[in-house]
């Protein structure tokens, strides 16, 4: 092989990459085809990438082969990456097309090329077994069902996995230790069996909910806003009707125990509803811009939304988005969770017996890969209502980008709880009781609590103290104990935070990865604290989304919000003191969208979201209502 100036550089980037064999092939192939090309291997570490990219881009070299653990990681470092990519969220292909990376996903499209090369045979309406469930089965998948395969079937040695591998398919069918189940599956977190099934949608059923929704949208926000009280008033009287239905799916699909699962999960859609209808009824959609002006203002809604909801508070944050867009007099595509989709389900069956128009509200199953990334890059779809991780966020903002749609994103956070020398006496106990709330499984927890170093060893005294007599016990029980966390995605991610905190040297001053006593089967993590902990470890930087709390000391006021803000994230934040005076002097230097004071709660209708990467955009009351219409300005009015 002959090197010269002219010779253009390709590679493998990935860690470790010193086992592959891809330079040997790669340029043993370069070399009989007389191509004046170079194969190397880069080993880049996880948190040397982004450098690694801007090295390629500053060198020229003509392109990669991605392989783990950067497959995923590299999509949003690009400058375009392919459809398959976007929905498979991985690339193993990059181009440097003169200074612009382009990531493309090849596996499938590889695999069906040889089966149509090699044998002739084409998959379309084939049935098709597919055994693994890894980054190259999920691409195969997704090509089989672009290319109109029949049914494909996983097998995988862990469930989870496979199915996740499976929903990249357009009609799938899962095996689950010898158990047949069409389509989708959802577990109960507290036996790990299955109790639902659900009919993943595809890209075909999204565009025919999309096409109904901008139907409908010319007859719907015409309506009067007395039309819509009416109809949102009966929403509101068959919801309550079927509050034991809609207690009972929670509880099932999301491992809330029944008395949270009530008190808290349901009654928040039945109580945001009503402050949305009373908006409603008071609010002026046409005004004079002001006594002397022929200029008038009009408020007008935005037109279709595709609003995408998370497992954690199914409800909540579907009424949040649901209920204030059919106010406005919008039409939508809602895409609940996989993981929780039950609940949607059935607020669906009360939106279609209230009366709602056809068309106007339409429930679209699926996985955030095929039907989520549809519906954000949707030219018909005019906004987008987000809630759920940040790194989907910024893929979801970066697909709306090319139709400027509107999108608003309430994502990830790592609240901080300042817990002051002179904080009220129990103070440290409800924070602890705060963060293990919904098993940890809340976005504006207060995983952090940040303790003066005066009332440190006695604040992780208490803290320990609490953390254990936090009961945890399964979800179908009433009472006030925590439920198990939603999957086994969720549980192992969970466990392997803990184990991180454990390996970086932080104290286990409770809890840990091991289960609970009595508990041997399904998603339980005990409440675990962790002392002694710095703000630059993994466990106060990472959202863990689980039952998991870090303690650090502070000395000063100004070191506390300094570590409080020292984060990516900025949505809730906490702090505790009886001195008035300096709590709102530290709440005005903490970025968050809410800052939550001696344990005082919101109000329902105050705003909700997120400052940096927890997001941008309100949803609650007037602020959540708003986010839904236009403003229009018209002259000459009078």
């Known amino acids: 092989m002959k090197i010269s100036g002219s010779t253009n550089l390709v590679g493998v980037i990935g860690d470790p990459v010193k086992h592959s064999l891809s330079p040997v092939i790669l340029n043993a192939a370069f070399n009989k085809a007389k191509i004046d090309w170079v194969y190397a291997a880069f080993e880049t570490p996880e948190d040397k990438l982004a450098d690694a990219i801007k090295g390629i881009r500053a060198l020229r070299i003509a392109g990669l082969s991605v392989t783990m653990p950067h497959k995923s990681n590299i999509c949003t470092l690009l400058d375009e990456v392919s459809e398959s990519s976007k929905i498979l969220e991985a690339v193993n292909c990059v181009v440097n097309d003169e200074g612009k990376l382009k990531g493309y996903n090849t596996d499938g499209d590889g695999f069906l090329d040889a089966l149509s090369h090699d044998s002739g045979m084409d998959v379309a309406d084939k049935k098709v077994l597919v055994v693994g469930a890894g980054g190259s089965a999920r691409s195969i998948i997704y090509s089989l069902g672009k290319a109109g395969a029949g049914d494909v079937a996983v097998i995988n040695r862990t469930k989870e996995k496979g199915f996740d591998a499976a929903s990249m398919g357009h009609e799938v069918v899962v095996f689950d230790a010898g158990k047949l189940n069409i389509k989708g599956v959802g577990d109960i977190p507290s036996t790990e069996e299955a109790f639902a099934v659900i009919s993943l949608g595809s890209i075909e059923d999204t565009d025919k909910a999309v096409s109904a929704a901008k139907v409908a949208f010319e007859t719907w926000r015409e309506t009067s806003k007395e039309e819509r009280v009416k109809l949102l008033e009966k929403f509101c009287e068959i919801y309550n009707r079927r509050w034991d239905e809609m207690v009972e799916a929670q509880s099932m699909e999301m491992g809330a125990p029944l008395d949270f699962a009530s008190e808290i999960h349901t009654k928040m859609g039945a109580d945001i509803s009503k402050n949305v209808i009373d908006i409603l009824k008071d609010f002026n959609f046409e005004h004079q811009f002001d006594p002397k002006s022929n200029n008038q203002i009009r408020y007008e809604p935005i037109g279709v939304c595709g609003l995408?909801?998370?497992?954690?508070?199914?409800?909540?944050?579907?009424?949040?988005?649901?209920?204030?867009?059919?106010?406005?007099?919008?039409?939508?595509?809602?895409?609940?969770?996989?993981?929780?989709p039950v609940s949607g389900v059935l607020f669906a069956e009360i939106i279609d017996e209230a009366g709602f128009p056809p068309g106007v509200f339409n429930l679209v199953n699926g996985n955030g890969e095929v039907v989520g990334n549809h519906i954000s890059g949707h030219p018909d779809i005019d906004m987008v209502s987000f809630t759920g991780s940040t790194r989907a966020g910024k893929l979801i903002q970066k697909n709306a980008a090319d139709t400027i749609k509107k999108v608003t994103l309430e994502l990830g956070g790592k609240g901080g709880n300042i817990v002051f020398e002179d904080s009220y006496p129990d103070a440290v106990r409800d924070g602890v009781r705060t963060i293990m709330s919904n098993t940890g499984q809340s976005c504006d927890a207060p995983t952090r609590m940040l303790v003066q170093r005066s009332i440190y060893d006695r604040a992780v005294k208490e803290a320990v103290d609490e953390a254990n007599k936090i009961k945890v016990d399964v979800a179908s029980k009433k009472g006030d104990h925590i439920g198990p966390l939603v999957s086994k995605v969720q549980y192992d991610k969970v466990i392997n935070l803990i184990n991180e905190g454990i390996?970086?040297?932080?104290?286990?001053?409770?809890?840990?990865?091991d289960l609970p006593n009595g508990l041997n089967k399904g998603y339980f993590v005990k409440p675990t604290i962790f002392t002694d902990v710095n703000n630059?470890?993994?466990?106060?930087r990472e959202e863990i989304f689980g039952p998991v709390l870090s303690i650090i000391p502070f000395d000063t006021e100004e070191e506390a919000i300094k570590i409080t803000n020292d984060t990516s994230y900025g949505l809730g934040n906490y702090l505790q003191t009886e001195d008035k005076?300096?709590?709102?002097?530290?709440?005005?230097?903490?970025?968050?969208?809410?800052?939550y004071i001696n344990g005082q709660g919101a109000e329902t209708g105050a705003p909700f979201g997120g400052f940096k990467q927890s997001g941008n955009g309100r949803e609650g009351g007037l602020w959540g209502f708003t986010e839904y219409l236009e403003v229009k300005a018209i002259t000459g009015w009078n």
Not at 323 to 334: D, E, K, Q, S, V
């Open 308 to 340: 995408i909801t998370p497992w954690n508070y199914p409800m909540n944050q579907i009424v949040l988005k649901v209920i204030p867009a059919l106010a406005a007099g919008c039409t939508m595509i809602l895409k609940p969770s996989e993981v929780a």
């Open 503 to 513: 390996k970086e040297g932080a104290t286990l001053a409770a809890g840990g990865p």
């Open 536 to 540: 630059d470890m993994k466990i106060a």
């Open 581 to 595: 005076e300096k709590a709102k002097r530290v709440a005005r230097k903490v970025r968050a969208g809410t800052v």
